[in-house]
C-alpha cells in the first residue's frame, strides 16, 4: 500500500508541473470537459457496456476542446480519441454552414388549395380516372396544372392507382344493389307448451323494414307457398321492386316457392352452405329479434306467438333506431334536431309499453 501511495504521489506531481505552463482558460476548458464526460458515464451506469455521446455532448464537447492546441488534446483524459472530436466540430460547421445557406424557398410553389380540392373531389366522382384522366380533364376547365402535380397529391391522400381503386368489394356491390334485394329466413323456437314453432320472415336490405309472414309448427309446402303470394301481393301494394331474393338451402324452402317468386320478377340466390354472413342482415335481425323478444317473454302458444310478431314487427318498424338508417326507423324518419333552450329544458317524455313492458317506445308528450 505505502509504494502505491508513493507512486500515486509521484505520478500527480508530474502532472501539476504539467499544469504550471497552461493557462487559467485552458484549465478551465479541460475541467469542464472531464466533468461533461463524468455527467455523460453517470448517465449511462448500468445501461451500456460502451460509453455513447449523444448529439447534444459532441456540439458542447467538439465547441469547447476545438480552441485547445492538438498536443494538449493529446494529454487529455479524453473517452474518444482527438481525431473523433475533431470530426465532430466539421461536422457541426457543415450543419450550421448549411442552415445559413439554405435557400427560403425550395422548389416550385405549391399548388392552390381549389385545384388539389378540385382534383380529390374529381377522383371521389369518377373512381376508375387516373392521375392523366384527371390531368386531361382540368385542361378542358382551363387549369394549368403538371400531370405529376396531380400524382404527388394523390400520392400524399393515399389513394391508390385507378385499377385498385375502380375494384368493388362486396360489401360496396350489396349497397348499390341495396334497393333489389330481400332476404328471407326461418327461425325457430318452443312455446311454453312445449310446441315447436317456425317463424318465416322476409327483411329489406335498403329500407331495413322486416315483414314477419306468418307461424306455423308444420312449415309445409303448401303454407310457404301460399306466404310466398301474400309477399308478393304486399310488395306490389307498397310499391317495391324487388329483383333479388337472398335465403340459404333449408329444405323447408320448396321449388314451387322459386317459381313463384319468379313470375313477380324476383329471382331468388341461394347462399354458400354454412356461410351465414351472405345473409348478414337477415341474420341480424334474427338475433335482435331473439334478443328482444322471443328470449324476455313467455310464449303460450302459437297465437301468442302470433300477436308478439306482429308487434314487434311494428315496433321495429316504426320506432327502433337503425343506425344503417342514420338512427331512423324504416318507417320513420329522423326529427329536426331541437334548438330552442327552453323545450330543452322543459322536455316531457312520455314512455309508451308494448307486450306489457317488453317492449318501450318515447316519445314527446302532445
Not at 318465416?200 to 309448427?217: K, N, Q
Not at 352452405?273 to 338475433?287: D, G, H, K, L
Not at 312520455?350 to 314527446?364: A, K, P
Request: proline content about 5%; glycine content about 4%; hydrophobic content about 40%.
Amino acid at each position: 500500500m505505502l509504494l502505491r501511495l508513493a507512486y500515486l504521489t509521484i505520478i500527480n506531481t508530474f502532472a501539476a508541473l504539467r499544469l504550471l505552463p497552461m493557462s487559467d482558460r485552458d484549465k478551465d476548458v479541460e475541467i469542464l470537459v472531464l466533468r461533461h464526460q463524468i455527467t455523460v458515464l453517470e448517465r449511462q451506469l448500468g445501461t451500456e457496456t460502451r460509453v455513447r455521446f449523444a448529439p447534444e455532448d459532441r456540439a458542447f464537447l467538439a465547441a469547447l476542446l476545438t480552441s485547445l492546441p492538438r498536443e494538449v488534446l493529446r494529454r487529455l483524459r479524453l473517452l474518444v480519441r482527438p481525431d473523433t472530436v475533431l470530426r465532430w466540430h466539421r461536422d457541426l460547421m457543415k450543419r450550421r454552414h448549411a442552415c445559413t445557406c439554405r435557400p427560403k424557398r425550395r422548389g416550385r410553389l405549391p399548388t392552390v388549395g381549389s385545384i388539389r380540392a378540385l382534383v380529390l373531389r374529381l377522383i371521389r366522382e369518377n373512381p376508375t380516372w387516373g392521375y392523366r384522366r384527371v390531368h386531361g380533364e382540368l385542361t378542358t376547365l382551363g387549369i394549368e396544372i403538371a400531370p405529376s402535380t396531380v400524382w404527388e397529391i394523390l400520392k400524399q391522400e393515399g389513394l391508390d392507382p385507378a385499377p385498385e381503386r375502380a375494384s368493388t368489394s362486396w360489401a360496396d356491390f350489396l349497397r348499390s344493389q341495396a334497393d333489389a334485394l330481400l332476404a328471407c329466413d326461418f327461425i325457430e323456437t318452443i312455446t311454453v307448451n312445449g310446441q315447436r314453432q317456425y317463424i318465416l320472415a322476409v327483411i329489406e336490405h335498403s329500407t331495413r323494414r322486416i315483414r314477419v309472414l306468418g307461424t306455423t309448427a308444420h312449415p309445409s309446402a303448401t303454407w310457404i307457398t301460399q306466404a310466398m303470394k301474400n309477399l308478393v301481393m304486399d310488395l306490389d301494394d307498397a310499391g317495391c321492386r324487388a329483383r333479388f331474393l337472398l335465403r340459404d338451402r333449408d329444405g323447408k324452402f320448396p321449388a314451387l316457392m322459386d317459381e313463384i317468386l319468379a313470375e313477380a320478377g324476383v329471382q331468388t340466390v341461394l347462399t354458400g352452405i354454412r356461410m351465414p354472413r351472405m345473409n348478414s342482415i337477415m341474420e341480424r335481425w334474427v338475433q335482435s329479434c331473439r334478443r328482444e323478444l322471443l328470449d324476455r317473454c313467455l310464449l303460450w302458444n302459437e297465437r301468442h306467438l302470433w300477436h308478439a310478431l306482429r308487434e314487434y314487427e311494428r315496433f321495429y318498424n316504426q320506432h327502433r333506431a337503425h343506425q344503417a338508417l342514420g338512427q331512423a326507423a324504416p318507417l320513420r324518419t329522423v326529427p329536426d334536431p331541437i334548438t330552442d333552450p327552453e323545450q330543452i329544458i322543459d322536455l316531457n317524455i312520455r314512455r309508451r309499453d308494448r307486450l306489457g313492458g317488453i317492449l318501450h317506445e318515447h316519445q314527446h308528450a302532445a
